[in-house]
């Protein structure tokens, strides 16, 4: 069985949280159940949560718009700044964020893309984080110890943080089961296979899968859904477009919006069969 990528918006083995694997079920209850069953006998399997809350927000925002191995590279080069130990480490994450010099940490952080961008939403996100919980360890209390409805609101109310990145701090930081995020993978999939309407924005197809999903697998629900998204379901060209023995979730897909007969892909909304 492949292990977890090194470079994962999870941090990869490496990311650090808790160390749990999650149950299959011998019979599980919906649909989704048994795809994200499916996908911990393809992939790993790995309950999440008990990162540094900060961190986590941190590894996210420089995942934005770009991919896992182009963002581990600067989160890692970021941590080796301004983390513990760093040149510029000021006894908490946040506080040297908070203080950092913009030019320096675009640059430190150039491999992700859109570094201006990410360096002025690191820097106000610290910022208001040093404000409103002292720095780094009273968010993380925060957002581990409050009511998640109102950890998710407080989040989506900061400036650059969307409905994934709140998704993701709750789940990998916060240890939240029930939390599944969708990324632009996950959107995909879960419409082309059926487990959500075909028209669901992304928090409707969250909305489906946190109905469905127990929430303990939810977390490796959406880290290994972004994997086999990658391996197998792409957005172009999924493997069953030319074989229809390429994908191990065959028999448990609607192909909503794939034509094998065709060669033809459209986004599951556009789909002639379900098209108005
Ligand atoms: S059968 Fe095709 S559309 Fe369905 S999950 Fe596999 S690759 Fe994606």
């Known amino acids: ?105 675009a640059e430190t952080i150039a491999s992700a893309g859109l570094y201006n961008q990410k360096s002025k939403t690191l820097i106000r996100l610290a910022d208001r984080i040093v404000e409103e919980y002292g720095g780094a360890e009273g968010f993380d209390e925060f957002v581990t110890g409050g009511d998640p409805a109102e950890v998710r609101s407080t989040l989506l109310d900061m400036k650059g943080v969307g409905p994934k990145t709140a998704d993701c701090v709750l789940l990998f930081s916060g240890g939240r089961g029930g939390v599944f995020p969708v990324d632009t993978h996950v959107h995909r999939i879960a419409r082309r296979m059926g487990l959500a309407p075909p028209d669901a924005d992304h928090e409707g197809v969250r909305e489906c899968l946190e109905q469905d999903v127990p929430p303990e697998k939810c977390g490796f629900g959406h880290t290994a859904m972004i994997q086999f998204g990658r391996d197998y379901c792409k957005a172009r060209k999924p493997a069953c477009l030319d074989d229809p023995e390429a994908c191990p979730m065959a028999d448990r897909c609607d192909q909503v919006g794939v034509y094998p007969d065709t060669g033809e892909v459209v986004d599951p909304r556009e789909a002639s069969d379900v098209a108005d």
């Open 1 to 105: 069985m492949p292990e977890e990528p090194a470079e994962n918006i999870s941090g990869g083995p490496d990311g650090g949280g808790i160390e749990s694997a999650f149950e299959p079920s011998p019979d599980p209850a919906t649909r989704a159940e048994a795809v994200v069953d499916r996908l911990g006998d393809i992939y790993w399997q790995k309950a999440y949560g008990g990162q540094d809350a900060f961190e986590c927000l941190v590894r996210t925002v420089l995942s934005q718009n770009t991919s896992d191995v182009a963002s581990q590279p600067a989160h890692d080069a970021l941590m080796a700044r301004y983390g513990e130990g760093g040149e510029e480490w000021e006894d908490d994450l946040a506080v040297s964020l908070a203080d950092a010099v913009r030019d320096e940490l």
